[in-house]
């Protein structure tokens, strides 16, 4: 991706998200230069990949496939392995008008997806069979605590206020009809770099990034190569 285009997306982002009273965290707004500054003061940030992220999922094309998120906390994985502790992760979400989100599954985190307000979310589902997608299965999951039994590749409609529970195995698409939607995902520890599964194996997690003007804030992904590793901070 442009940076260009990721520094105007991000701007969008903000003023979409505050548009639905949602204010991010105070580190939302620093400057690169900020984050550099400040770096001895912000190892737990890098550590748990808080902040700014957004994907094209390889495919080139983010307003067709893509996503917009932050990171607003995430736990840790030694908790999580140990069965107490902070084993929870927060991500506010932007889910463009007929953008998609491409069909997954992950190994370890559940989760919780959210309409907020805007449109409609649209989530496509299907079953598993050993760790891969079986387009002839249907799977069963909770909507704001009500169960429902879903043939392969039904759609969920989540208005805004409404939610659906996913499970490790349940493997899902979305995408935004009629408006834009902000999207909440709530959910067991995250770690992008390791937990989601795609259907299509050439779909990436995380965008290469073609560095045409200075970026205005810092994505996840820039981390490490902006502000060196945790350690280092
Ligand atoms: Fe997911």
Redo the contacts with the bound molecule.
Sequence with gaps: MLRSDINRILREAEAFMLSHGYILPPFSRWSPEEMKARKGEISAILRAGLGWDMTDFGKGDFLKTGLLLFTTRNGRLEDLKRGGGMVYAEKAMISRKDQL?PN???IV?S?D?INRGGGVLVVELFGGTSDACDRQKGTTVFCDGIERTLAPGERLRLSPGESVT?MPGDW?AFWAEEADVFVA?VSTVNDDTAD?IFEDPEVTRFSGIEEDEAPWRLLVSDYPTMLGTPDQA
């Design positions: 989100t997954h599954t992950h985190k989760e997806i996913l899902h995902e989601n």
